[in-house]
């Protein structure tokens, strides 16, 4: 189905002065399940063009400083964001997080990274997969005890191992397809909380 920029979210969004719809999936997420409650670090994963920067940002305002990577720009300057294009697949994180003055323990990791789509259904979720390990990989380097995770996947097979997967380091985890999610889209979010080294 081709994209309606104009369909109740993506006006919303433009009328609120966000850069992507994609806000009120992460703002249905966390009136859910509260995953910023005093976070002081927090990395935003696919952050381009920013409405989740934005929306982190604006919620915590001066009390934290966020992390945001992307393969594409920003279409703004956010306050208290630290942003860098770069693909994840390719970076040391954690060396690249102390090179941009972070400590490399955050409470909060989100991921709302997605592959460029081919079309091709079995590709675009192996894709999807890679980059949820990956976002994986990264929460377990960077998360302080209790830290919470959030990541987008492509709905496929791999659903269970991901959740089995999670289980192994987070107290709780729950999986959402929030409201504002377009329906011909397969994505899911899970949310994995209270992040705990096994
Ligand atoms: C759905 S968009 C993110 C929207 C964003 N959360 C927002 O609210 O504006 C998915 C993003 O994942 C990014 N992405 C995909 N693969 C990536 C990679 N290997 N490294 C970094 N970013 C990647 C894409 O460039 C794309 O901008």
Not at 1 to 6: E, G, H, L, R, T
Request: proline share 4%.
């Amino acid at each position: 189905m081709a994209y309606q920029p104009n369909d109740y979210y993506a006006k919303k969004a433009k009328e609120e002065n966000f850069a992507a719809r994609s806000v009120y999936k992460l703002q249905e997420i966390d009136e859910k399940y509260s995953i910023f409650k005093g976070a002081k670090q927090v990395i935003d994963l696919g952050a381009s063009p920013g409405s989740w920067s934005q929306y982190v940002s604006k919620k915590l305002g001066n009390q934290a400083k966020i992390f945001s990577i992307d393969l594409n720009p920003l279409t703004q300057s956010i306050p208290n964001v630290t942003f860098v294009i770069a693909d994840i697949m390719k970076v040391d994180f954690i060396e690249l997080v102390k090179n941009h003055g972070f400590d490399n323990l955050f409470e909060v990791v989100i991921s709302d990274m997605a592959p460029k789509t081919t079309g091709i259904r079995v590709t675009d979720q192996a894709r999807s997969y890679e980059l949820c390990l990956m976002a994986l990989e990264v929460a377990k380097k960077v998360l302080k005890p209790k830290g919470n995770f959030v990541c987008k996947m492509f709905d496929s097979d791999e659903f269970q191992n991901f959740k089995n997967e999670l289980q192994k380091n987070f107290k709780k985890v729950n999986v959402l397809r929030p409201k504002s999610t377009r329906k011909e889209s397969k994505e899911i979010f899970f949310i994995a909380q209270e992040f705990f080294y096994s």
